[in-house]
C-alpha cells in the first residue's frame, strides 16, 4: 500500500554522516553510544507535514512498508551553511549567564544550538548555524507499519507539537485537550494542524497537571 500525504507511520532509524559518524536514532545500541538521554522507540509521524526531514519525507512518497537507505544533500536535510549566522557576541553576555565560553563547544543559546569558534578582546565569535548544516547524511530506515488507530495518532502529535503525553477524549470530530494552564497558549497555535491532519476540531481543556 503506498504511502501518502497525512499517513501515519511507523520508523526506526539510525542517522549518520557521509563519514560515517552516527548522530541520531531510535535504537538503544546507538543511543547508548552517543551518551544520548532520549527514549529508544520508534518514531510515529505523520508525512508531508514537516515532523521529519523534507527530503525523508518527499523519498517515502508512494513508498511501502520496508527497510531503506537515504541519502540527503544539505538543502533536503539541516540546509547549507550560512556565513551570515557565524556573528560576534560580547563575551559580558556569557559572563550573565555564568558560562566561560571556550573554542570548540557547543551550547544552548536561546534555544538554538550554537558553536564557540573563538575568544579573542572580549569578543566571541559564535557559529549559529546547524551543526549538521552543509553535511550529507544517510538515514538506514525501517518502516515498520502504517498506524491506523486515531488515539495513536493523537498521541503523535501531542508529543511531536506540544512534547507531552496529555489527556483527551473525542466527542465526533471534536478533540477535547487537556493540557496545563501555563501550555495553553501554545497548545491552540496548533489548531490548524489538528484539523488539517486529522480533520479534527481542537478543544483546549486546562488541567491540573500533565501525564
Same mark, same amino acid.
Given at each position: 500500500m503506498a504511502f501518502k500525504k497525512n499517513d501515519f507511520i511507523e520508523v526506526d532509524f539510525v542517522a549518520k554522516t557521509s563519514k560515517g559518524e552516527v548522530f541520531d536514532s531510535t535504537l538503544k545500541e546507538e543511543l547508548d553510544k552517543l551518551g544520548s538521554k532520549s527514549s529508544a522507540k520508534p518514531f510515529v509521524f505523520s508525512l508531508g507535514n514537516g515532523m521529519f526531514l523534507k527530503g525523508i519525507e518527499e523519498f517515502l512518497m508512494d513508498k511501502d512498508v520496508g527497510k531503506y537507505e537515504i541519502t540527503l544533500e544539505p538543502e533536503n536535510a539541516f540546509g547549507n551553511r550560512d556565513v551570515s549566522l557565524i556573528?560576534?557576541?560580547?563575551?559580558?553576555?556569557?559572563k550573565q549567564h555564568n558560562v566561560r565560553p571556550i573554542s570548540g563547544h557547543v551550547f544552548n543559546f536561546d534555544g538554538n544550538l550554537a558553536k564557540i569558534l573563538s575568544v579573542n578582546g572580549g569578543r566571541v565569535r559564535v557559529d549559529f548555524n546547524n551543526p549538521l548544516a552543509g553535511k550529507i547524511v544517510i538515514y538506514n530506515l525501517e518502516v515498520k507499519r502504517i498506524v491506523s488507530d486515531l488515539n495513536e495518532k493523537i498521541k503523535s502529535l501531542n508529543d511531536f507539537f506540544l512534547r507531552g503525553n496529555f489527556? $483527551?477524549?473525542?466527542?465526533?470530530?471534536?478533540?477535547?485537550?487537556?493540557?496545563?494552564?501555563?501550555?495553553?497558549?501554545?497548545?491552540?497555535? $496548533?489548531?490548524?494542524?489538528?484539523?488539517?491532519?486529522l480533520d479534527l476540531d481542537l478543544e483546549i481543556k486546562e488541567s491540573l497537571k500533565k501525564e
Amino acid at each position: 500500500m503506498a504511502f501518502k500525504k497525512n499517513d501515519f507511520i511507523e520508523v526506526d532509524f539510525v542517522a549518520k554522516t557521509s563519514k560515517g559518524e552516527v548522530f541520531d536514532s531510535t535504537l538503544k545500541e546507538e543511543l547508548d553510544k552517543l551518551g544520548s538521554k532520549s527514549s529508544a522507540k520508534p518514531f510515529v509521524f505523520s508525512l508531508g507535514n514537516g515532523m521529519f526531514l523534507k527530503g525523508i519525507e518527499e523519498f517515502l512518497m508512494d513508498k511501502d512498508v520496508g527497510k531503506y537507505e537515504i541519502t540527503l544533500e544539505p538543502e533536503n536535510a539541516f540546509g547549507n551553511r550560512d556565513v551570515s549566522l557565524i556573528r560576534l557576541v560580547p563575551e559580558s553576555i556569557f559572563k550573565q549567564h555564568n558560562v566561560r565560553p571556550i573554542s570548540g563547544h557547543v551550547f544552548n543559546f536561546d534555544g538554538n544550538l550554537a558553536k564557540i569558534l573563538s575568544v579573542n578582546g572580549g569578543r566571541v565569535r559564535v557559529d549559529f548555524n546547524n551543526p549538521l548544516a552543509g553535511k550529507i547524511v544517510i538515514y538506514n530506515l525501517e518502516v515498520k507499519r502504517i498506524v491506523s488507530d486515531l488515539n495513536e495518532k493523537i498521541k503523535s502529535l501531542n508529543d511531536f507539537f506540544l512534547r507531552g503525553n496529555f489527556k $483527551f477524549e473525542l466527542e465526533g470530530k471534536k478533540l477535547i485537550l487537556e493540557v496545563p494552564e501555563k501550555m495553553k497558549n501554545i497548545a491552540i497555535l $496548533f489548531k490548524d494542524k489538528y484539523k488539517e491532519i486529522l480533520d479534527l476540531d481542537l478543544e483546549i481543556k486546562e488541567s491540573l497537571k500533565k501525564e
